[in-house]
């Protein structure tokens, strides 16, 4: 495609449910990152895939969060029993994956609204 | 750990202005650095990126950004701003070599009235 899309772009939920985050990168970009951006601050990162493997997973906060990407494109955030907390936009970029100099790409992002 | 600060939140001009937005960060090593822009109801967007080199940096749009490794600073800049240059700006470091995560600034609110 022609940029990296997300969806859904807005989701509303309740204290503990469970939602699911998409990210479809640009075409044949191996690399994958998610990260969150809450109210007034810049974003943070939370995990880097380099095809269909985490590569770096440090910045996800707990054991709530988890994301896959496996066929090496589209890549899922999940977020299980969902707290107020987790209210943020979700952001995530993809970048060709063939070394440390690229230019990270990002999407529109998902605003996650928990109630 | 590594941080970035950005050091004015909001900033107002008229056009014509000239603009300069600072960047700092705490990382002794070797870093890349980034300079993203968020208009209005649009996705961040790279204005421009320093690996090495010749630390003064052109970007898109008329921007520049200037890298000092003895103050830590990576300072935009724009010698005359326009009212389309009002947007968020966001300044991200990632250590050199093959490391991916980005670490950002909380971000500089730019108003230009016209």
Redesign the interface.
Known sequence: GAG?SQTPSNKVTEKGKYVELRCDPISGHT?L?W?RQSL??????LI?FQGTGA??D??LPNDRFFAVRPEGSVSTLKIQRTERGDSAVY?C?S?LGQ???????????TRLLVL | AQSVSQHNHHVILSEAASLELGCNYSYGGTVNLFWYVQYPGQHLQLLLKYFSGDPLVKGIKGFEAEFIKSKFSFNLRKPSVQWSDTAEYFCAVKRAGNNRKLIWGLGTSLAVNP
């Open positions: 990296v690399a990152y990260y007034g601050q810049g974003p943070e990162f880097y590569a770096d440090s910045g952001l970029a970048s070394g440390g100099k690229e230019t990270q790409y990002f999407g529109p992002g």
